[in-house]
Structures are given as C-alpha cells and as structure tokens.
C-alpha cells in the first residue's frame, strides 16, 4: 500500500491531476495536495513503511525464528538460534521486497493517476494521524535542505517534443485522430 502510493502519487501527471481538479474532482484535488508538500507527503509514507517493516520483523523475530531456532536445535545443529535468525531474515525480506516493495510499484506504475486518486483519502488520514512524527521528519529534513543550502525544483516546463510524444501516443492508443496530429504539428511548424 505504501510503496504504491509512493510511486503513484509522486509519478501522477500533475497536469492531468490538474485539470480533474479543475473540474470538481475532490480525489484529484487531494492528490494535488499531497503531491504540492513532497516532504510532509514522503515523511508519512517512510513512517509507515518504516512501521510496518519494524513489526513484521519483530513478530517474524519472535514467532518463526524461535521455533525454527527449537527445531534446528533439536537436530543439534549448531549455532540454531542465529541461523534460525538469519534464514527467516533473510526469507522475510525476500517477501517484503517482492511484495512490499516491487510488484506494488509495478503496479502503480501502470495507471499512477487512478491509484493516486484511489490511495490519497487513506493517505491522508494516515497523515492526519502520523501528523507529530511527520512534523517532526519533515522539520529535521526541511533544516537539512537548509543547511545543505538545496534550491527546490519546482520548475516544471514542457518541451514541444514532450509534447508531441504524448500527442504520438494518444493517436497509437485512439485517443488522438491522425488529422488532430497533423493540426498540432502544423501549430509548431507554424511558430518555427
């Protein structure tokens, strides 16, 4: 859920957000929110992750690895608890990274607008509730951003051959008839 959100909210299309916005969307205009404070937005999803990663650990910790660590010794091999240990590290992190982390990007990565608006009301609340944490995080980074002396990046421009890919691909897709094309290519043949 985190690592989706992640990616989704951060690769949605602002300008598509932007005008779902515009038109009434409230989803859309929470995405926009999110997406406008990156810091606030990022510090409650590595709190998450963070949480989420510390307790499937510590009960992996607790429950599988004693009685693997029993098990193993009841074999006498030696050194059981800390290979117990390892083997499940090792076997929760396997799960954590494939499904905690790689496939749910994969998955946002396909339609980031759509799961940025699914995910951004639990998100939010998320926010809400980690809100003394997030504050905290993102004072902490907001000050290392300072020090550091790192200008934000909030130039976002869009150059003509941006713009004619996405016009390539609506007419690969349909979206975008042929003679549509050629109307927006003659516009920046035009101003040349």
Request: hydrophobic content about 50%; proline content about 4%.
């Amino acid at each position: 859920f985190f690592a989706s959100s992640e990616l989704a909210i951060l690769s949605a299309n602002p300008i598509k957000i932007g005008m779902l916005a515009e038109k009434g969307n409230k989803k859309a205009k929470l995405v926009q929110k999110l997406q406008e404070d990156e810091t606030k937005f990022l510090s409650t999803i590595q709190v998450g992750i963070t949480l989420a990663g510390f307790f499937s650990s510590a009960t992996a910790a607790v429950s599988l690895s004693e009685g693997f660590g029993e098990w193993l010794s009841s074999l006498n091999v030696p050194f059981a608890e800390t290979i117990a240990l390892i083997v499940v590290t090792l076997i929760l992190s396997y799960f954590t990274l494939v499904f905690g982390e790689l496939f749910p990007k994969r998955i946002a990565l396909r339609s980031p607008e759509k799961i940025a608006m699914a995910f951004s009301g639990p998100i939010n609340v998320i926010r809400l509730i980690f809100k003394p944490i997030v504050f905290l995080l993102s004072g902490s980074c907001n000050l290392l951003v300072k020090l550091f002396k790192l200008k934000p990046n909030n130039d976002v421009k869009v150059t003509e051959e941006e713009v004619m890919g996405l016009v390539s691909t609506g007419v690969y897709d349909g979206s975008i008839d042929k003679d549509e094309l050629e109307l927006i290519d003659a516009v920046f043949t035009f101003g040349d």
